[in-house]
């Protein structure tokens, strides 16, 4: 089961390393892992993806709470909550290709970013099923490269991460 | 241990204008160190020059890991955070050994590093280790100091944590300029842990009725009892509850002492080598109360088959402890201590006529049990040693088959008797633990019941305590094997003693040359008279007895079996 981890950290020096640390020693395999400022210079969200059963999620929530750096923390599934990725991926596409290529851009939402002779470089966000989708599309023309962010997500409606007494 | 920090009085005083090292000084007094352990460098220089005229009490080892070994049994014996330091690179990585045998018995310890100039932090200078990197994984927490400004806090910070919720040893790795620059102003005081937020005291109060109902709809309860309730002090209340409710009592290598052996209800140690009764109860227990222990493997055995017919409550101050090893029925999160306090009332009286004559019959079936004949046996030595001490002695020891004699035969009695490495199995753990022990309670009887081997690896350190005229103890059963692992072999790999075979040096001879008292025994004749003798003796006191060479631990539950699947001795 693929869960997301959503943890509030001090916005300090170490404190990646105590995070990724904590998953190595446990051998706990991360599957994306992005970190990033918040509404608050103090603290950085890490939305970190792991795939594990309940127990061993069970597990890396509690150990991840255990670390003193770490300030809250929240599992995202089943809960009521955005998920966000965002890709960068160059396409290979001569001229003849380049307007099927962009009415599908058009029709994921997507955004042509940059266009040379022989490719086109598109900007997609959304789900990570919505980009595995766009992906396996464009795959025939040819992809040359492949950029994406790892998934962040947030919870709808009015609570915030931070309201969740999680500790 | 949910103590918060000492009485504070920083905020009186006027650190502007003072440098790094006299603040650090200042900061290690408030926080109530009396001993420090550890070894100098040039990092360090402008703290040791604070040292100098210090109150604090410094205590120079000869090698930084007998320091931390030190620190951390100061701790244990005490229930105070003990203290180490050490300088960069070597100084440091010589801790590292010490660092995870405390952090995995979870034992409350700062560990000071000096550290490079914070100007040369990664350019591969003189003497540079990234110490914050490699002891991560070992410590509870650790901190590298950016600025002097940061320095008492900090300091503050590190003792709050290695001595609150679920203690642990905190590194502070100070770079030498933030010990020498002078502090500008008065600096922020105020902890700023915003996710720090140690569990402890009391708990769910409808989770402990759920607990109490089901000990008290229990037939055959058993308690199993770690290293929590001494690190709690909860070993009166637990007592309370047993006799209350009528309930066998096992402890495992940590929690030996929270419950008194000599009680008809104590079950002794459970486990790999504990008594075969214990683990019977267990397996056959239909209410198993786990109070501040960890279903380590070393207890469990094949984890699928421990325990099979018990409700299982855990009790335990951190979280993350709960439902790791063993999917646990009724969680009570919080302080031992204060829950068995609120438990005690809830739980009834309790008769269990049926349970306790089934567990009489295994305790006079399955007896810890040794042979007095032929060469002395290690376990007559513990045996023997707990009855001339009046089972009250402080009890070190090292890792091997002796540790586990020492915890089968000694018969203990009080919370913090016995200081042994049990979850990382720390080989030269004994020596030190004992000399930190002995400063740390100095009108007691230290005595470290050691093996050749271990005993090989850190005796260098019996040079600090006759140099600081401990009257700390000795005994080394010379088995002249690295006998644990050759009773593995033994049993499991044809006799093939393949590196093995350990052949020691005249002990006595290298005792008295490092200053100690020396004497070696034999003869089962001579025993008791030089056991007697190194009793009444005044100073440190080596007491090397030559034992049984292929003498076995048993029972024991080899790996990966069942917990009532024990291998006998002969005489059962
Ligand atoms: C050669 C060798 C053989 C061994 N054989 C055995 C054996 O046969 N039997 C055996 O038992 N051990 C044995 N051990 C030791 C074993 O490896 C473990 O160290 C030990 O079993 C762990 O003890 P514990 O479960 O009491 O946990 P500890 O390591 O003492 O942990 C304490 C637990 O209490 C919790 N706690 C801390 N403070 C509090 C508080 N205030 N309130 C509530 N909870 C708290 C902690 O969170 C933790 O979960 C052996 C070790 C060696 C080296
Ligand atoms: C530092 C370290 N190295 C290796 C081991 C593995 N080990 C466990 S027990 C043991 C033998 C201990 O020998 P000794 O101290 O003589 O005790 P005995 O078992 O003979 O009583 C060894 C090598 C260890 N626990 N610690
Ligand atoms: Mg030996």
């Known amino acids: ?167 | 241990m949910t103590k918060k920090t000492k009485k504070d009085d920083t905020k009186a005083t006027n650190f502007s204008g003072m440098s790094g090292a006299k603040v650090f000084e200042k900061m290690l007094r408030d926080q109530g160190v009396e001993v420090l352990f550890g070894y100098p460098g040039g990092v360090l220089l402008p703290i040791f020059d604070e040292l100098h005229d210090s109150k604090i009490k410094f205590i120079l080892t000869r090698h930084e890991q007998g320091a931390c070994h030190m620190a951390d049994a100061y701790a244990r014996s005490t229930g105070k955070t003990g203290t180490v330091i050490a300088t960069s690179g070597p100084g440091a990585t010589n801790l590292i050994t010490g660092l995870a045998t405390a952090n995995m018995d979870s034992v409350p310890m700062v560990a000071i590093t000096g550290q490079v100039k914070s100007s040369l932090i990664g350019n591969d200078a003189f003497q540079e280790a990234d110490v914050t990197g490699i002891t991560r994984p070992v410590t509870k927490h650790n901190f590298l100091v950016k600025d002097v400004k940061d320095l008492g806090r900090i300091i503050k910070e590190a003792f709050y944590i290695a001595s609150s919720g679920r203690p642990g040893p905190v590194l502070v790795d100070i770079p030498v300029d933030a010990t020498t620059a002078l502090l500008d102003g008065e600096p922020d005081m105020e902890m700023a842990l915003p996710g720090y937020k140690p569990r402890g005291g009391k708990g769910n109060e409808r989770q402990i009725k759920l607990a109490a109902k089901a000990i008290n709809d229990a037939e055959r309860p058993v308690l199993y009892v770690g290293g929590g309730v001494i690190l709690s002090g909860a070993s009166d209340v637990l007592r309370e509850v047993a006799i209350k409710g009528n309930i066998p009592t096992t402890t495992t290598l940590m929690g030996l002492g929270a419950f008194d052996e000599s009680h008809p209800l104590s079950l002794k140690m459970l486990g790999m080598h504990g008594t075969a009764y214990a683990n019977h109860a267990v397996q056959a227990c239909d209410c198993l109360i786990s109070v501040g222990a960890r279903f380590e493997d070393r207890v469990t055995g094949d984890l699928t088959k421990f325990a099979p017919h018990a409700k299982i409550i855990h009790l335990d101050i951190d979280p993350a402890s709960i439902s790791k090893n063993v999917m646990v029925d009724i969680p009570l999160v919080g302080d031992a201590k204060c829950i068995l306090e609120q438990m005690l009332p809830h739980i009834k009286d309790g008769k269990r006529e049926a349970w306790i004559k089934q567990i009489d019959g295994w305790k006079k079936k399955f007896p810890l049990t040794y042979k007095a004949e032929g060469k002395i046996k290690p376990q007559e030595v513990c045996e023997m040693l707990g009855k001339l001490t009046d089972h009250d002695a402080i009890i070190a020891t090292g890792v091997g088959q002796h540790q586990m004699w020492t915890a089968q035969f000694y018969g203990w009695k009080k919370p913090r008797q016995i200081i042994t490495s049990g979850g990382l199995g720390t080989m030269g753990f004994g020596v030190p633990a004992a000399i930190g022990a002995q400063f740390g309670n100095p009108d007691k009887l230290v005595v470290d019941i050691d093996g050749d081997g271990s005993f090989s690896m850190t005796m260098v350190e019996i040079i600090t305590s006759v140099q600081n005229n401990l009257p700390t103890k000795f005994i080394v059963l010379d088995n002249d094997y690295l006998g644990m692992v050759r009773q593995w072999q033994q049993l499991f790999y044809n006799k093939r003693y393949s590196a093995t075979p350990h052949k020691c040096p005249d002990f006595t001879l290298i005792a008295k040359g490092f200053g100690a008292e020396a004497r070696t025994v034999t003869d089962r004749s001579e025993l008791e008279d030089a056991m007697k003798e190194m009793i009444n003796s005044k100073g440190t006191y080596v007491l090397h007895v030559r034992v049984e060479p292929e003498e076995n631990v048993f029972p024991m539950v080899a790996a990966g079996k069942a917990l009532d699947d024990m291998i006998h001795g002969e005489l059962i």
Not at chain 1, 25 to 50: C, H, K, P
Request: charged share 30%; hydrophobic share 45%.
């Open chain 1, 1 to 167: 089961m693929k869960h997301v981890i959503s943890a509030i950290v001090q916005n300090e020096s170490g404190v990646l390393a105590h995070v990724a640390g904590m998953f190595a020693a446990r051998g706990y395999n991360i599957d994306s892992l992005v970190v990033g400022r918040t509404e608050d210079e103090r603290f950085s969200r890490m939305t970190i993806v792991v795939i594990g059963d309940d127990r061993i999620l069970e597990q890396v929530r509690k150990q991840l709470e255990k670390l003193i750096t770490v300030v809250r923390v929240r599992d995202f599934l089943g809960a009521d909550c955005l998920l966000r990725d965002l890709m960068l991926i160059r396409v290979h596409a001569l001229p003849d290709k380049r307007t099927e290529i962009t009415s599908l851009v058009d029709l994921f939402r997507g955004r042509v970013v940059d266009v040379s002779k022989s490719s086109i470089m598109v900007e997609l966000a959304g789900t990570e099923e919505k980009l595995e989708a766009f992906i396996d599309l464009v795959r025939p023309y040819g992809i040359r490269e492949l950029a994406r962010t790892g998934v962040i997500a947030m919870q709808r409606g009015q609570t915030t991460t931070s309201d969740n007494e999680e500790k």
